[in-house]
């Protein structure tokens, strides 16, 4: 009790609001920084920020989930509840189905939109003589970015919100929350602004929708596996791993099509078993009661 009176008062809200407080620090960290020095940047003229692929700014915005869970965990619940987060969120919890489903599904589903699409030409960089190596030099760089969000998205706010709405409810609010946070690296001018090739509006209809459908798969999955941030991130990984089939123009769109059929068949089949309420993950490995928390 004395312990909470000399309590900062920004700790203390933290500490009520774990779920909000993470949303909020990962937007600051991500768009608030890079915004700064963007705008710093083109005031003064001093510096440049570079917004280039695997640049510190590029690595910043998409780790700031894991750091924002780091730092509400550690300010709100101390030194043995981070490492209890860091211990809970690195076990595997082996399931070899879903492991299984992971690893060969994903990337067939994305050799079955390649083979589904109007042009399904080879790859340009394997037209150029790209090397066989360079797409697995590629792939580890993808594993160090996108997929570490992980850390926060599946690893802290998804069983903070399944402890107080069902696991589709929660897929739903983290996908549409995931597409917000991800669309400054959409804008023209970055190093992302691929992804909204053809008309804006249809591409970023598009790009919600498959990013929502990703939401819904990988909850099942999380739940499924019992809470395995690793597969979590294995997914993510795969799903942005650049395959060497995927660069012609309407694989993207197939793709979202089998994206969103994969996630709405999962829900038909496997609401009740791994969406029910009675039936989600929900640990973190941090127990003090908050608001959070029903």
């Known amino acids: 009790m004395l312990r909470s009176l000399h309590m900062p008062v920004t700790i203390k809200i933290m500490r009520a609001h774990r779920l909000i407080a993470f949303f909020v620090l990962t ?24 917004l280039d692929r695997h640049s510190p700014m590029y690595y910043l915005f998409f780790w700031a989930p894991a750091f924002s869970a780091l730092i509400v965990v550690a300010a709100t619940q101390g030194r043995d509840a981070l490492v209890a987060y860091l211990l809970n969120i690195t076990r595997l919890r082996f399931k070899w189905r879903w492991w299984t489903a992971v690893l060969v599904g994903v990337p067939i589903l994305k050799l079955l939109a390649w083979g589904l699409a109007e042009d399904p030409s080879p790859p340009g960089m394997i037209d150029a003589g790209l090397p066989y190596t360079g797409f697995v030099w590629a792939g580890l760089l993808t594993a160090a970015a996108v997929p570490v969000g992980e850390i926060g998205w599946r690893g802290f706010a998804l069983p903070l919100l399944q402890r107080r709405v069902n696991g589709l409810v929660a897929a739903l609010i983290i996908g ?83 994206t969103l059929t994969t996630a709405v068949i999962l829900v038909f089949v496997l609401r009740r078993r791994y969406l029910a309420q009675r039936n989600l993950y929900t640990g973190i490995a941090v127990e003090a009661r908050t608001s959070d928390e029903p």
């Open 27 to 50: 937007f600051i960290l991500s768009w608030g920084i890079g915004g700064i020095l963007l705008l710093l940047s083109w005031r003064t003229g001093n510096f440049d920020t570079v």
């Open 176 to 258: 549409v929350i995931w597409c917000l946070w991800y669309m400054p690296w959409l804008l023209p001018g970055t190093v992302m602004n691929w992804s909204l090739s053809g008309d804006s509006i249809p591409a970023i209809v598009r790009f919600f929708a498959g990013g929502i459908a990703l939401s819904v798969t990988a909850t099942v999955i999380y739940n499924g596996v019992s809470g395995s941030v690793p597969l979590a991130f294995v997914f993510v990984w795969l799903n942005g791993y650049p395959h060497m089939w995927e660069t012609g123009t309407h694989v993207a769109y197939v793709d979202t099509v089998i």
